[in-house]
């Protein structure tokens, strides 16, 4: 796994989310001490994995992310060089939740662990191969991958950009859409109650209480009780229903996911866990309409990047019309928590979020404008 300055070049409208800050060593003595742990740990798994030693420790970058901290590691060994990303889990308000429920380096360590030998039989998708956890500082270890963040390769989508470089985009996202697939495959695709609803709802509850806390007057009034009056309402369609469900990536998109000429490499999989299968699929079909009100980006590019991905992921499972609703709604809120908070940046910044928040408060509150981005056409919601 690659971890540069391109890693904190994260999409505008999440910025907010997950602000991020560089800089090299000298974080504390809190951070210090960790790290410190982290060379033990390296130091004791070369000796008793690989009968080795290993020497000039040192430390390359640090990223400062809005729920990690992310270090790249560097040390000698008798035979070469190494390098290594260590992964601390920050208590983040948006996702307190998860993070005190479960130790997520835990959780994604064991969810690396489990699919690192699954996707080295899968041509172009893949994931860094976990190394080592520290439980009690909520920090594991994984290999470095080459790679680009794919977030930065999106810049091919612009007017005008390369049409050579642009194609190479668009086979990433054909190779993103395979590995969701095969990654919702390895997890285990399979059916449960309504209650597999209930997780999203959640989350939707409490990213709009976030939303109210704001009070800003661009909001409507009782924005969120109207909004989760209308999800009960989906979810009353379905309560004797069945939904598919399998493993969640949980933010599934271009700033996850590392690109390179031997395919895709998808990280992060900070709350990992069960949920229906659209969650993740619909995550980043969100993040394509939200880069289409992008002033400088191409729409027929995007619908390119989005026909690719869905090509590459193939065909679709069954979904009942009112769980694909109450999904959606979910990151429609994520994408508005995400406007609303951020209000720096240059102009043309702030006039896109302010496009992508209106659109999203018009999908959220006026059903004439409730377009699903499910590519399933003559849904009535």
């Known amino acids: 796994m690659q971890v540069k300055n391109s890693v904190l070049n994260l999409p505008r409208v999440g910025m907010a989310i997950s602000k991020v800050k560089t800089e090299m ?65 920050v208590h983040h308000p948006v996702n307190i939740a998860i993070t005190q429920k479960e130790n997520q380096a835990v959780v994604e360590y064991n969810i690396l662990k489990f699919l690192h030998p699954k996707f080295e039989t899968v041509k172009g998708c893949s994931v860094p191969r976990p190394v080592l956890i520290i439980p009690e500082i909520e920090t594991y270890v994984m290999e470095f991958v080459e790679g680009d963040l794919l977030a930065d390769e999106f810049r091919f989508a612009r007017y005008f950009s390369s049409e050579k470089k642009f194609q190479r985009l668009k086979e990433h996202y054909y190779q993103c859409g395979r590995w969701l697939r095969h990654f919702q495959e390895f997890t285990g695709m399979h059916e449960e109650g309504p209650g597999s609803l209930t997780g999203v709802m959640e989350r939707c509850d409490y990213r709009l209480k976030l939303i109210e806390d704001l009070n800003d007057s661009r909001c409507p009034e009782h924005l969120r009780r109207n909004v989760m009056g209308f999800l009960h309402d989906q979810y009353e369609q379905v309560k004797d229903e069945k939904i598919t469900v399998s493993g969640r990536h949980g933010d599934f998109g271009s700033w996850n996911i590392l690109a390179g000429p031997s395919g895709v490499t998808v990280i992060d999989y900070l709350g990992y866990g069960e949920d229906p299968v659209p969650v993740d699929i619909l995550k980043m079909l969100m993040n394509f309409e939200d880069e289409k009100k992008y002033l400088a980006y191409s729409p027929r590019r995007i619908k390119d990047l989005r026909e690719s991905f869905l090509k590459g992921y193939g065909s679709l499972p069954s979904i009942l019309p009112p769980a694909l609703v109450i999904c959606e709604t979910f990151h429609r809120i994520c994408s508005l928590l995400a406007s609303l908070s951020n209000n ?15 659109s999203n408060l018009k999908w959220l509150t006026d059903e004439r404008y409730r377009k699903l981005l499910w590519p399933v056409h003559n849904i009535q919601i």
């Open 25 to 89: 060593p000298d974080a504390g003595a809190d951070f210090n001490g960790k790290i410190k742990r982290v060379q033990e740990a390296l130091e004791n798994y070369f000796l008793s994995q690989e009968n080795d030693e290993l020497g000039d420790f040192k430390i390359i970058n640090i990223s400062k992310r809005g729920f990690s901290t992310i270090t790249l590691l560097e040390g000698r060994t008798s035979k070469d060089y190494v390098k290594f990303v260590s992964k601390t889990i």
């Open 344 to 358: 720096g940046g240059r102009l043309h910044h702030r006039i896109e979020r302010k496009i992508c928040l209106k």
